[in-house]
């Protein structure tokens, strides 16, 4: 079966505004020279018009997109929240997801809802079986939402969203999430974090954002102890690093959950060049990545992988992340390569740490704990 892929150009439209990358220019700090809000349409508008352009788009199932409706937001956020969304989004200058620097501009809610949209809408083709894979382009993100407000330039948790939506309209079980944006994915921790039925995974740059979220030691609560597994890398962490938590921790954790689906919540903002974060995964580390997940996929639940976008933040390297990825899902080359990658994949740093390695055998030892406690037995979850 095809690689579906969603993109809708109003994604571009969502407006965060001319400020100082995260905040206002002004302030107590004094005037600061204005520019674009670091969450701007950009690297998402250029990976869509490559996929386009290279021909990349002809061997993928564009699927249409509905807005989420009122109803599957708030199997996940409360009514206030949603009010606020609503309130703010109807005001001539906009308003802020809850944190102080997710500004959006006058009519955002019904983007916001059409961002969430198009997780439900690849989510669903793939439990149809229209799919086997697919990629959802979509903005503003969603991974860091979490019930009662919005933050870290997310206004609703798209992907959890989905999830709710998917157990109600299919009446699916076991889901599990792979987050391998730079960033914890505290929100779909935190909606998930007591529900056994969900599997969350975040690989992210050791207390980057949120600040002191992530944590080894946050595995879950009640009946959900065990399904949130955390792999905090530090700083500096490369393909090497990456590659070696998704062999020896990411897919040993879903031999163990064995999931009925598997989405990944793809932010590109761990790669060499993004201004956000301090990794250096490059295409050749997504594209294996991709390549690893895919195989997991196959071996679990008939190939079902969708992945739903989140951060990214060089306008210049996102499209060669996300055009590797998709390519790699759809099992096509299109000749679209970073002329540097083959030199930044021979730098020392790329290569896996002591200090790397131990926080990967930690994770690992939890996925050999979710192995005893579903009743798969460990020699099964070989890295």
């Not at 199932?61 to 409360?78: F, G, I, K, Q, W």
């Not at 935190?190 to 949120?210: E, M």
């Not at 060089?314 to 759809?330: M, N, Q, R």
């Not at 290569?351 to 939890?366: E, L, N, P, S």
Request: with cysteine.
């Amino acid at each position: 079966m095809p690689t579906g892929y969603v993109w809708h150009q109003k994604y571009a439209w969502h407006d965060t505004g001319v400020q100082h990358m995260l905040g206002a220019s002004g302030g107590a700090r004094g005037p600061q020279h204005p520019l674009l809000h670091g969450e701007s349409p950009d690297s998402k508008a250029r990976l869509a018009s490559v996929v386009e352009a290279s021909g990349l788009i002809d061997h993928l199932v564009r699927l249409p997109v509905a807005s989420a409706t009122d109803e599957d937001v708030l199997r996940v956020h409360t009514p206030a929240h949603l009010a606020r969304m609503r309130h703010e989004s109807l005001q001539p200058k906009g308003g802020d997801a809850g944190d102080g620097s997710s500004p959006f501009g006058y009519g955002a809610l019904e983007i916001a809802l059409l961002s969430a949209g198009g997780a439900k809408a690849i989510v669903g083709a793939a439990l149809e079986g229209r799919i086997t894979n697919g990629y959802a382009l979509i903005r503003p993100p969603g991974h860091h939402a979490i019930a009662e407000t919005g933050m870290g330039f997310c206004m609703f948790n798209n992907i959890g969203i989905a999830i709710r939506w998917a157990r109600e309209r299919f009446g699916i079980g076991r889901i599990a999430v792979v987050d391998w944006d730079v960033h914890h994915g505290n929100g779909t921790q935190a909606v998930f974090y007591d529900d056994p039925q969900t599997l969350a995974i975040s690989l992210h740059q050791d207390n980057l954002y949120p600040f002191g979220s992530g944590l080894l030691e946050e595995r879950g609560a009640g009946a959900g102890l065990g399904t949130t597994i955390n792999i905090p890398l530090p700083s500096g962490s490369g393909n090497g690093a990456y590659i070696a938590a998704i062999e020896q921790a990411v897919v040993p954790a879903l031999r163990a959950f064995r999931p009925e689906l598997v989405i990944v919540a793809s932010g590109f903002d761990g790669s060499f060049m993004d201004p956000f974060g301090r990794m250096m995964i490059t295409t050749i580390g997504y594209r294996t990545m991709t390549q690893r997940l895919m195989e997991a996929a196959d071996e679990l639940c008939g190939g079902r992988l969708v992945m739903v976008h989140e951060g990214g933040y060089s306008s210049l390297y996102v499209p060669y992340c996300g055009v590797a990825v998709i390519e790699t899902l759809a099992g096509v080359k299109t000749g679209i390569e970073m002329p540097w990658d083959d030199d930044w994949v021979r730098l020392p740093d790329q290569a896996v740490t002591d200090r790397q390695a131990a926080v990967i055998a930690r994770a690992g030892g939890f996925a050999a704990e979710l192995a005893a406690t579903s009743g798969v037995p460990v020699s099964q979850t070989r890295p």
